[in-house]
């Protein structure tokens, strides 16, 4: 049972881990370094032997810490879930050691949190793009990376070279509708999302 | 006319050919677009004759943002995108993706709601179970099995069609209740369907269960062990084939499945016969429970009706009510009213466990959504899977593992 014993004898032999919150399974954070010692240790001391999802969390461009990696645990025993959040220390390189020689599974995970995000893994076997193409230059979940998408070269190096044929981004003309539910009646009216961000704008780094 | 005939042996003519090869290895491409396939998925593979030695999957050929998307859209918008997750199942995805972010309010659904919720997900395997146990079929050379399973999955989505009004992206739940209430003898409809099912799946055991030709192919080939299935993330009938008991619907019941009767079944080997036993037996298990859900269908609304900023009222409420009218309006345009906070829900889908990680920041939009994918994870074994295989054998591995690239792209 994940109970208060089970949390109390967690945090007594880690000084590492603060619980976050228990609203829907028990939530702790720690420091990124230790994240490898404490998922050996949850999966071979507590039974939480199932990694069923490693991603991260973009808190914006502005945030003091801006990515977090987020990693959720499943215990076959206890029957319950358990989460990790590791807050990256560097927002400009975000570093976190793997979790793939605890959990093969993470392996994918963390190409796709790599692909997605830029958050790099040390000591992973294989760190590369997995679900854009090898030479991407962006990280699209990025929160200041616009929803239409970037321009940049086709994939195909030798197709564009004759066709000169770009990815270009896709403008969602006129939708999705979301008001922004603040201010003023006439500025609150629904409007695409997206709208602001044009080819002409500084592109994300 | 004088014939001359000369004797040759086999062993002969191999060992001529053999001595032509300078046993370099053969680097083999499949995919992305190829029948084993199953969609979009691309495999490197290095071959040492027949023997594959290396196999490297190539992924993101179906991949459209979805998770992008959902930070720029309200809930319900949304709820399409589910759809193409899972393309095979998407009411099953309707319902995962609903009750996620339903965690996050207070709202109580009523019994019927959930009980329709129930109903739609067991259809809905039995719908993704029949096209999977069909084309593995198919894989491994029985054309026949996949004519029955068809047949009855027509059956099953001319019943959705009536239900939501499409027979492939339903987009059915909307969040705090589904889109509308049963239509009327849709339920005798569906009672009729179960009823006649299980002697089609028998049909299908009868061609393939005990056939030779279709035992010496899975038999004992792509065996998963259970310490490499829960390493790698397996879930879903993968996992059970290996001998782990795990089915989210008996261990985290969601949407109300403690109340109905039925079995886990669990193989022993994880090999890709397995895998197909354990599919079939899942269909008569989902028959079990359709049977008790019409069987004690409660009454009652098929939506929250207290959830105010979350639920659209009903149309001639709209339509002759200022508040009701005020109140759909806000829907529309900020959203359901969702508090911030973080949730993670895994619902037992046919492929796998089929996870949402919302993220909120309040208001109608979320901040960040992460679509946890079974057929993502059940395919990272792939690596570790293949090598040790003949290429024959690719057919049948990928056909056992019933994935989707909709969802594992996203």
Redesign the interface.
């Known amino acids: 049972m994940i109970d208060e014993d089970f949390v109390k004898s967690l945090l007594a032999g880690h000084d590492c881990i603060k619980v976050v919150h228990q609203?829907?399974?028990l939530?702790i954070s720690c420091e990124p370094e230790y994240l490898p010692k404490i998922c050996l240790h949850l999966r071979d001391e507590e039974t939480f032997?199932?990694?069923?999802?490693l991603?991260a969390?973009?808190h914006g461009v502005e945030a003091e810490i801006r990515f977090s990696v987020?990693l959720?645990l499943y215990s076959?025993i206890h029957?319950s879930?358990l989460?990790i959040h590791a807050n990256c220390l560097d927002n400009d390189c975000p570093l976190v050691p793997s979790v793939s020689s605890v959990?093969?599974?993470a392996?994918?995970h963390e190409r796709?949190t790599f692909d997605?995000f830029g958050i790099k893994f040390s000591e992973h076997p294989n760190l590369k793009?997995?679900?854009?193409?090898d030479d991407y230059p962006y990280f699209?979940?990025r929160k200041e990376?616009p929803?239409a998408g970037v321009e940049v070269p086709l994939p195909a190096a030798d197709v564009s070279e004759v066709t000169g044929a770009d990815v270009d981004p896709a403008p969602?003309m006129g939708g999705?509708?979301?008001?922004p539910?603040t201010g003023r009646m006439s500025n609150a009216?629904?409007r695409a999302?997206?709208e602001s961000w044009s080819e002409d704008a500084e592109k994300p780094l | 006319m004088s014939t001359t005939t000369k004797e040759v042996h086999i062993g002969d003519i191999g060992a001529q050919a053999a001595s032509h090869l300078d046993g370099d290895k053969m680097a083999l491409n499949v995919g992305p677009s190829h029948p084993t396939t199953h969609g979009v998925l691309r495999l490197l593979m290095e071959l040492d004759g027949d023997l594959i030695t290396n196999c490297q999957p190539v992924l993101g050929y179906l991949h459209r943002g979805d998770e992008k998307i959902a930070e720029n859209m309200t809930y319900n918008q949304f709820v399409p995108y589910t759809d193409r997750l899972d393309y095979l199942a998407p009411l099953a995805n309707n319902v995962a993706y609903a009750i996620t972010v339903e965690k996050l309010t207070d709202i109580q659904l009523p019994e019927r709601c959930e009980a329709i919720r129930v109903l739609i997900c067991e259809m809905a395997r039995i719908s993704s179970h029949l096209l999977g146990m069909g084309v593995f079929g198919m894989d491994a050379g029985a054309w026949t099995p996949f004519m029955y399973t068809f047949t009855e999955r027509e059956k099953l989505y001319t019943l959705f069609e009536e239900l939501t009004g499409a027979r492939f992206t339903t987009s059915f739940t909307r969040i705090g209740g589904v889109a509308r209430d049963l239509p009327e003898g849709w339920l005798s409809k569906v009672e009729k369907f179960v009823d006649e099912l299980p002697r089609a799946i028998d049909e299908v055991e009868k061609l393939l269960t005990r056939n030779r030709i279709f035992l010496d192919r899975t038999e004992g080939i792509g065996t998963i062990s259970k310490d490499d299935a829960i390493a790698f993330g397996i879930t879903g009938p993968n996992l059970r084939a290996s001998g782990v008991d795990l089915d989210l619907r008996k261990d985290k019941p969601y949407s109300g499945y403690e109340k109905y009767e039925f079995d886990v079944p669990i193989g022993t080997k994880g090999d890709c016969y397995d895998r197909y036993l354990v599919r079939i037996e899942e269909v008569r298990q989902s028959i079990l429970i359709i049977k008790q859900v019409i069987a004690s269908m409660p009454g009652g609304l098929w939506y929250a009706e207290d959830a105010r900023k979350i639920f659209a009222p009903p149309k001639e409420k709209i339509m002759t009510s200022m508040e009701e009218l005020i109140q759909n309006f806000m829907i529309v345009t900020e959203g359901p009213q969702v508090p911030a906070g973080e949730v993670y829900f895994e619902a037992e889908n046919p492929k796998g466990a089929l996870g949402f990680y919302l993220v909120s920041k309040g208001g109608g939009v979320p901040y960040r959504l992460k679509i946890r994918a079974p057929s993502f994870c059940n395919l990272s074994i792939l690596e570790k899977l293949v090598p040790g295989h003949m290429l024959s054998d690719i057919t049948v591995i990928l056909g056992s593992l019933d994935f989707v690239m909709g969802e594992c792209d996203r």
């Open positions: 609203d829907d399974c939530t032997d199932l990694l069923v999802d991603t969390i973009d987020v959720h076959l029957k879930y989460r959990f093969p599974a392996n994918w796709e997605m793009r997995i679900l854009m193409w699209p979940l990376f929803l969602m999705p509708f979301v008001s539910g009216e629904p999302k997206d």
